[in-house]
């Protein structure tokens, strides 16, 4: 989008208000979760938006003032589970951004979910994660509902990123061992959690910018990761780019297919239970919920709520990227897209 070109961020606000673009653009994707099954569990999208989209909200994170950007941040402390790392990130940020947030959501409309922006400076980084972590989400019938993360959602933006720039998103299960992505300007990497990943230091000038987020399902799916277990081996220094011989990878994409359903099929049954009393939605909600189908409920986090969480957070911090929730719900956008499409 030319700079300052009142016609062209019109007509990005625009695309990114009328449910049916966005819709019939999303569309061809198909179905999020099949897509994940179908590919061993991580997707990856070039060209994920039409471009004039990618260009507005390019141009709606560099518009965001430094004091806006939160720092988040946490050092090398192991013995209390941090995990190192280091970005900035905003939830709330400029009129607009929750409206960008909402492209995301219609990858799995009836999903829970929390997007923020992020900004990696010359160094921001992440060390090797695997994303498991819990969210208070409060319910439109005032209930909180402690969620688990299950699928993470990167959206990148910055032009011409090259390997020189760093910042690689490295996949550390990959089935033939760590395979880096580079994130390059309007594509996307989605990819079911928990999955050991990490980002490398960026190391040129320009700023890495990004959408990430997470969808989430209630209750407790899997155990926190303690801080004692490691990612996966790294079979070699050398980090994967070229394919594997075909036969090879269809194992290993095979593999991860079986390990994945199992674990989904081990964590969810007795976590689900376990979320019980956590959880004070009626069970007529979470089962609608459960249903798909129903639009999300709406889940803004409350002043108290945060500060729980941000004290939890001191106390054992399992993930890096989260900013403290904020306001803004995980239901909201997707119900008011909902009232879009009716409109
Ligand atoms: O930005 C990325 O490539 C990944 C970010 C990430 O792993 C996270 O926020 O947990
Ligand atoms: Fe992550």
């Given at each position: 989008m030319a700079k300052g070109s009142k016609h062209a961020r019109q007509r990005f606000r625009k695309w990114i208000n009328s449910y049916p673009d966005v819709s019939a653009w999303l569309e061809k994707y198909g179905d999020l979760e099949q897509q994940?099954?179908?590919?061993?569990?991580?997707?990856?999208?070039?060209?994920f938006l039409p471009t004039f989209v990618a260009e507005g909200i390019l141009e709606m994170l560099r518009g965001i003032d430094d004091k806006t950007w939160n720092l988040t941040a946490a050092g090398d402390d192991y013995v209390h589970n941090n995990i190192r790392h280091e970005f900035l990130s905003v939830k709330q940020g400029p009129p607009g951004l929750q409206d960008v947030f909402r492209i995301f959501t219609l990858l799995l409309p009836d999903s829970l979910f929390t997007f923020s922006a992020a900004k990696y400076c010359k160094a921001g980084h992440i060390v090797p994660h695997d994303d498991r972590a819990y969210t208070q989400v409060l319910m439109d019938d005032g209930s909180m509902q402690l969620c688990s993360r299950t699928i993470a959602c990167i959206y990148y933006l910055t032009h011409g990123w090259s390997e020189a720039d760093g910042g690689h998103l490295v996949d550390l299960e990959a089935p033939g061992g760590p395979q880096q992505h580079l994130p390059a300007f309007n594509s996307v990497v989605a990819f079911r959690i928990p999955r050991w990943h990490e980002v490398k230091p960026v190391t040129g000038d320009r700023p890495r910018y990004s959408i990430f987020g997470w969808?989430?399902?209630?209750?407790?799916?899997?155990?926190?990761?303690?801080?004692?277990?490691?990612?996966?081996?790294?079979?070699?220094?050398?980090?994967?780019?070229?394919?594997e011989p075909e036969q090879q990878q269809q194992h290993a994409a095979a593999a991860v297919k079986q390990k994945r359903k199992k674990q989904r099929e081990s964590v969810q049954k007795p976590q689900q239970q376990a979320a019980k009393p956590v959880s004070h939605a009626s069970a007529g909600v979470k089962k609608k919920r459960r249903q798909r189908g129903v639009p999300p409920l709406s889940n803004s986090t409350s002043e108290q709520q945060q500060q729980q969480q941000q004290q939890r957070g001191k106390q054992k911090r399992k993930q890096p990227s989260e900013p403290v929730p904020s306001g803004r719900s995980a239901g909201q956008a997707a119900v008011a897209m909902k009232r879009m499409a009716k409109a």
């Open positions: 994940l099954d179908d590919n061993g569990g991580l997707l990856k999208i070039e060209n969808f989430l399902e209630p209750g407790k799916l899997y155990e926190l990761n303690t801080g004692e277990e490691a990612p996966p081996q790294q079979h070699s220094e050398a980090v994967h780019g070229a394919a």
